[in-house]
């Protein structure tokens, strides 16, 4: 039989300075150094996408489907990045070493070129590979003249068809129109993000963040299942009524956001004529949320609430934070709490099997195995003796 077209979200994350990190310095340190930001990257775009080739001081990867989240896809491309600055932040500070790569290692950095389109599966040297037009057209945006108009600061460039797929508005978005001329195929109209701006942004906001010592109680979840999937069932409209006791959830993005998920989104979580009222206070892939709740009963307070989701052991643990009330609301917490421990308990049973059977399904193309860190930099703080 002859392969059949499928649609995907193709995504490159490149490694930009990677030629010139190279020139005379340690090649086994250099490689190493690469491999583990690299891993850090990989980790928050999977397993939303799948890794088709690595390509050197790139990663091809890919989502399928014929509709993709936009808020979804963009908050794993700002993860992925503002993990890689702060990875190259901690090595560069923890690391003892004074070789030259290792002195080097903070002109790294790091850009993304997406694009929607068809692929085949194609059989090369034993193993099967994504083929296409489209596949082409991802790989000649990388060449671009974005680094010139933004003076080289980092970015995510999408291509007006990925745009369209995700259903965003980019200008409303912020996002700034590009214009790239490829051969044969002509000229393509993209748009920018300025990644540089935006970790500007993320590393001078403060956090709102329901913490363990200001919680009047803690629910905790163990799911053997990635991060970023495990966030994706807790935040996604369409997804969070197949394991919660919802009908359906409407999503209503806040003005400055225009479209996108994140501070300032209201939730309606709709159980048959009533709604559960969710306002985000807080928002960082995939780590934390923070939220208010407010539940369709008589004199109902709100009730301030925090998501941990921590990466553990390959799987990820889920803390349900509840915040100390206000000497007032004391009472109605102590009313419902009961009720909401058992519903979130019965409810994450069911998220179980869902993501059991999502994860059991067969993958559409086997993923390569890509070069692994040696471990010479350290992953979490050293306690003091």
């Not at 088709?52 to 001081?57: L, R, S």
């Not at 990663?59 to 600055?85: C, L, N, P, T, W």
């Not at 692929?119 to 296409?132: C, S, T």
């Not at 200001?214 to 369409?238: G, H, I, N, Q």
Request: charged content about 25%; hydrophobic content about 45%.
């Amino acid at each position: 039989m002859l392969a059949q077209p499928e649609s995907a979200c193709f995504l490159i994350a490149d490694i930009s300075g990677y030629t010139s990190f190279l020139a005379g310095v340690e090649l086994d340190h250099a490689h190493d150094i690469i491999a583990d930001v690299m891993d850090t990257v990989l980790k928050r775009l999977r397993p939303k996408f799948r890794l088709a080739k690595f390509e050197g001081d790139a990663a091809f990867v890919y989502a399928v489907g014929d509709k993709i989240d936009g808020s979804m896809v963009q908050d794993a491309i700002e993860a992925a990045y503002f993990a890689f600055r702060r990875r190259l932040r901690d090595i560069s500070q923890s690391t003892t070493c004074t070789c030259k790569a290792c002195a080097k290692m903070r002109d790294l950095d790091l850009k993304f070129v997406a694009h929607y389109g068809q692929f085949i599966k194609h059989k090369m040297a034993g193993r099967e590979e994504l083929a296409g037009s489209d596949v082409i057209v991802v790989h000649r945006l990388l060449k671009n003249g974005v680094n010139e108009r933004l003076g080289g600061r980092a970015y995510a460039l999408f291509s007006d068809a990925c745009i369209r797929a995700m259903g965003v508005d980019p200008a409303a978005q912020g996002l700034i129109e590009h214009r790239e001329t490829i051969d044969i195929i002509g000229e393509t109209v993209c748009w920018v993000r300025d990644l540089e701006a935006a970790w500007t942004e993320e590393d001078a906001r403060p956090r709102n963040e329901v913490t363990r010592e200001k919680s009047a109680f803690v629910l905790e979840f163990d799911f053997a299942f990635p991060r970023p999937l495990v966030w994706e069932y807790f935040t996604m409209p369409d997804l969070r009524p197949k394991w919660r006791a919802a009908n359906e959830v409407r999503e209503a993005t806040a003005g400055d956001k225009r479209g996108r998920r994140g501070v300032g989104t209201v939730n309606h979580c709709m159980h048959g004529a009533a709604a559960i009222i969710e306002e985000i206070l807080d928002w960082r892939p995939f780590d934390t949320i923070t939220l208010t709740t407010l539940v369709p009963m008589p004199d109902a307070p709100k009730i301030l609430m925090g998501y941990a989701f921590i990466e553990q052991d390959g799987g990820t643990h889920v803390e349900i934070r509840i915040a100390k009330p206000k000497p007032k609301d004391q009472a109605f917490l102590d009313k419902v709490v009961a009720n909401f421990k058992e519903h979130i308990t019965h409810e994450v049973e069911v998220l179980h099997g869902i993501l059991a059977e999502r994860l059991g399904a067969p993958s559409p193309l086997e993923e390569p195995v890509i070069s692994t860190s040696a471990g010479r930099f350290l992953s979490q703080p050293v306690a003091a003796s």
